[in-house]
């Protein structure tokens, strides 16, 4: 097994702390893992440095010469893909005396973003057939491997271990034999009431990753799940990863376990898979596991949905402007299916504003689009005088047709924090489309006698 964190912790430790004088292959090899391949030692401390400095997130508990460190890729930073950072989700090593000495949580490697990342592109990958698709449940990753120090099955999510949480962005530590993570007792309870730490028991030595799926979908970043919820939340088995490291698929993991899974796709070209889910409502991305001839490092990429976190807004939160998003994009009708019907005579209003907007911009002649710009963007500022609108991205978006994008980025500007329960907003928009409809008769008028 060769989690590439702990390798370069090793690395590093015996290098300073054990006079370790490593070869130029083995130098080279660590730079590599840190992204940046090099023979020189003294390139890789200093890479070392800036990398998890700057990019991991390593957070630690345990007893006075023992302790589990878990790392993860920091959230003030955009994710860079190089082989150490696609371990950097939620490996867990047990250090003693300072010294890094065993893995004892090696979850699923970071998926990869389809067509969003340039590490998988639709030209290189498009064509790509994957050995197993699933559609993502849309929770919190939790991580089930064996506590060496605690001598028993413990849960831990993505970014602490399962005695921390986080207060208003801050990190609070509770003594290490509690459970303070919201989502580790979760877990636990559910795991408890199903014997889940039975099955899991005969696994030692192995890393279980589930995602716990609640009654709020994570996209909408609800609160904390209180101890009492844990009732309304349900654990699915994600991947399994052997001592040997080899990492197992959904459907290979809940044979091993008899546990439930998310549902599958039928495999076939990612191309073809990202054009099914793009525009689903109801599915935030499908995962597909693509063989590399490394049992260990699969790819994993996520193709995701477009819509599937504006509709969830709507649905509960009930976000206006996510709605004027997906009514723009065509897509109110399957919008008004899985919200409730006061939701949805909402929906209703915001269709009309979208088709009395775009109705009025399609009818503009090209000599007025300089004009319309900016009577439109007068407009919006009457009725959000904190509106940031560029008239001369609304021209250019006119120019080239695209009067959707004008009417998305208009009514978003607009719907911004609005509530669809508040008929104040449907009222707005009104007031606004009556507003504009004036201003562009006025501005067609002049025109005209222009002409003449």
Not at 280 to 300: H, M, Q
């Amino acid at each position: 097994m060769a989690n590439r964190v702990y390798v370069v912790e090793k690395f590093v430790y015996r290098v300073l702390h054990e006079g370790f004088e490593p070869s130029e292959e083995e130098v080279r090899s660590v730079g590599e893992l840190l992204g940046q391949p090099t023979k020189k030692l003294s390139v890789v401390l200093d890479r070392y440095k800036q990398v998890f400095g700057r990019y991991v997130e390593k957070r630690c508990a345990g007893f006075d010469h023992e302790k589990l460190c878990l790392y993860t890729w920091s959230q003030k930073v955009p994710f860079k893909a190089f082989p150490l950072s696609m371990h950097l989700t939620g490996t867990i090593i047990l250090f003693k005396d300072d010294k890094p000495v065993e893995v004892v949580a090696y979850p699923i490697p970071k998926a990869l973003s389809y067509a969003k990342s340039s590490d998988v592109s639709e030209e290189k990958f498009g064509f790509v057939t994957p050995r197993e698709v699933s559609k993502r449940v849309d929770g919190w990753q939790i991580t089930a491997y064996y506590n060496p120090l605690l001598g028993k099955w413990v849960f831990a999510t993505r970014y602490v271990l399962h005695n921390m949480y986080f207060d208003r962005g801050k990190l609070v530590s509770e003594p290490f034999e509690s459970i303070a993570n919201p989502y580790v007792y979760v877990a636990h309870r559910i795991a408890e009431e199903e014997n889940l730490y039975s099955v899991l028991d005969k696994f030692r030595g192995w890393t279980i990753t589930f995602v716990l799926e609640g009654p709020e979908p994570a996209v909408t970043k609800p609160p904390y799940p209180l101890g009492d919820d844990y009732r309304r939340y349900k654990l699915y088995a994600l991947m399994a990863r052997d001592p040997s490291g080899k990492l197992y698929t959904w459907r290979e993991t809940g044979e091993l376990l008899n546990y439930r899974v998310p549902e599958s796709v039928e495999p076939k070209k990612l191309s073809d898979l990202y054009r099914d889910v793009s525009r689903k409502l109801d599915v935030r991305s499908y995962f597909a596991y693509v063989d590399t001839g490394d049992l260990e490092n699969p790819l994993i990429i996520e193709l995701e949905s477009d819509a599937y976190p504006e509709a969830m807004n709507v649905k509960y939160l009930n976000n206006a402007k996510s709605a004027a998003i997906l009514v723009v994009d065509g897509l109110g009708h399957e919008l008004k299916k899985i919200v409730d019907q006061r939701i949805a005579s909402a929906i209703d209003g915001v269709e009309a504003a979208v088709e009395s907007t775009r109705k009025l911009l399609q009818n503009l002649r090209e000599d007025m689009y300089s004009s319309a710009a900016w009577e439109i963007a007068k407009t919006v500022t009457e009725f959000r005088e904190d509106a940031d609108i560029k008239t001369g991205e609304l021209e250019k978006a006119l120019k080239e047709g695209n009067v959707d994008r004008v009417v998305k980025k208009v009514l978003a500007i607009l719907l911004e924090n609005k509530s669809l329960t508040t008929i104040d907003t449907l009222e707005m928009l009104s007031q606004f489309v009556d507003a504009l409809r004036k201003r562009i008769e006025s501005l067609t008028r002049e025109n005209i006698e222009q002409i003449r």
